[in-house]
């Protein structure tokens, strides 16, 4: 069956540092979406893809955070610098989309866990 | 503002006992809700949709336009639902996710 795959798994980094996770979504899913999940808390969306373009980014950080998915395929996010503040759990999930399936049904991967120092 | 609510961080029943996870929800206009689960050790996946009304896994939820509620329910909970369980609602093709409930099902 396919998954959302995502990597690192796990990431240690010291602030002011820069970091990125990548995602790659299940075959054929035209619409991305980053979330940020605090310990604690439930996911939060950054930023949503559709294909290559962005659809949804007002909850990301733009002066530290990017996203990029140049060929409507893979994803990358970005933080530079990092901040102590930026730990927490990065989750990627994809998504046939709405108009194509007729569900909302999104697919989770198994998310980067990032501690900044 | 858009906002979902799951009052209760930890909820412990033993085996056998009805369970109900509690949502609430802020939203204006018809709400499209939803329940996702996260097993130990595995990734986040949908349980299940209002508008399909189905039961997965002797699990149901009644949206109550009323009181913005979509309540999860079981009646006999059996020691695998142990998982952490968000709600979800749908504004505008993204998800806005409440804080989770932990359910730890004691046998």
């Known amino acids: 069956e396919a998954e959302v795959a995502q990597s690192p798994r796990y990431k240690i980094t010291e602030k002011s540092q820069a970091v990125a996770f990548w995602c790659d979504p299940i075959?054929?899913?035209?619409?991305l979406y980053w979330y940020r999940q605090i310990l604690g808390q439930g996911p939060e969306l950054l930023v949503q893809?559709?294909?290559?373009?962005?659809?949804?980014d007002s909850q990301l950080p733009k002066d530290r955070f990017s996203a990029e998915r140049l060929k409507g395929v893979d994803s990358t996010l970005k933080i530079q610098p990092a901040e102590l503040g930026d730990s927490a759990m990065y989750l990627c999930?994809?998504?046939?989309?709405?108009?194509?399936?007729?569900?909302?049904?999104?697919?989770f991967g198994p998310g980067t866990r990032l501690t900044v120092t | 503002a858009q906002r979902v609510t799951q009052p209760e961080k930890l909820l412990s029943v033993f085996k056998g006992a009805p369970v109900e996870l509690k949502c609430n929800y802020s939203?204006?206009?018809?709400?499209?809700l939803f329940w996702y689960v996260q097993y130990s050790r595995q990734r986040l996946q949908l349980l299940l949709r209002?508008?399909s009304r189905e039961s997965i896994k002797g699990f149901t939820a009644d949206l109550n336009k009323g009181e913005t509620s979509f309540h999860l329910k079981k009646p006999f909970a059996q020691e695998e639902d142990s998982a952490m369980y968000y709600c979800?609602?749908?504004?505008?093709?993204?998800?806005?996710f409440g804080s989770g409930t932990r359910l730890l099902v004691r046998p």
């Open positions: 979800a609602l749908d504004s505008s093709y993204k998800l806005i």
């Open positions: 209002h508008i």
């Open positions: 999930a994809s998504s046939l989309g709405f108009w194509t399936s007729g569900t909302y049904e999104q697919y």
């Open positions: 075959s054929g899913h035209a619409t």
């Open positions: 939203y204006s206009g018809s709400p499209e």
């Open positions: 893809f559709q294909d290559e373009s962005v659809v949804d």
